[in-house]
């Protein structure tokens, strides 16, 4: 009995139905973002993951999307690696947008609301905002989207 679970098990691999790493439902973009729009108006602090203390970029993504389940990590260097890459056309609300803005790699993210907008925590003495990502600034920095599934 114990060969014929195996051998089951080793055919669900393959074929694809069975998986060692843990499923995880892809959040609705439409409930992501109206989860970051409460943060609009909020200022920017670094290091910041909630509405009381402020929000650094990282820190917003981390927090709305651990509010809908989801936990990622606190470090845009590190949300880059995380997810499935996303050509720019084929963005949809609720993806992740980043941007270098240090000049050696991701330094920025924002969560992509569709019609070329994001939400994001732009930099000190600023607060969270929707932001167009075709602008000069953004569009010359721009780096890729992840989906987070």
């Not at 108006?41 to 981390?62: K, N, Q």
């Given at each position: 009995?114990?060969?014929?679970?195996?051998?089951?098990?080793?055919?669900?691999?393959?074929?694809?139905?069975?998986?060692?790493?843990?499923?995880?439902?892809?959040?609705?973009?439409?409930?992501?973002?109206?989860?970051?729009?409460?943060?609009?108006?909020?200022?920017?602090?670094?290091?910041?993951?909630?509405?009381?203390?402020?929000?650094?970029?990282?820190?917003?993504?981390?927090?709305?999307?651990?509010?809908?389940?989801?936990?990622?990590?606190?470090?845009?260097?590190?949300?880059?690696?995380?997810?499935?890459?996303?050509?720019?056309?084929?963005?949809?609300?609720?993806?992740?947008?980043?941007?270098?803005?240090?000049?050696?790699?991701?330094?920025?993210?924002?969560?992509?609301?569709?019609?070329?907008?994001?939400?994001?925590?732009?930099?000190?003495?600023?607060?969270?905002r929707e932001e167009d990502i075709e602008m000069k600034y953004w569009t010359k920095r721009y780096l890729g989207g992840r989906r987070i599934d």
């Amino acid at each position: 009995m114990r060969g014929f679970l195996l051998g089951l098990a080793a055919a669900l691999m393959a074929s694809g139905c069975a998986s060692t790493q843990p499923s995880r439902a892809r959040i609705p973009g439409d409930k992501l973002l109206a989860t970051a729009k409460q943060a609009i108006g909020t200022h920017y602090h670094f290091g910041g993951s909630s509405p009381e203390e402020g929000f650094d970029c990282s820190g917003l993504v981390y927090w709305a999307f651990r509010k809908n389940g989801v936990r990622l990590p606190h470090s845009t260097a590190r949300l880059w690696h995380e997810g499935s890459k996303v050509k720019k056309q084929d963005l949809e609300p609720g993806d992740l947008v980043f941007f270098d803005i240090s000049g050696s790699g991701p330094s920025h993210v924002g969560i992509y609301e569709g019609h070329g907008r994001m939400v994001h925590a732009p930099s000190t003495g600023s607060d969270v905002r929707e932001e167009d990502i075709e602008m000069k600034y953004w569009t010359k920095r721009y780096l890729g989207g992840r989906r987070i599934d």
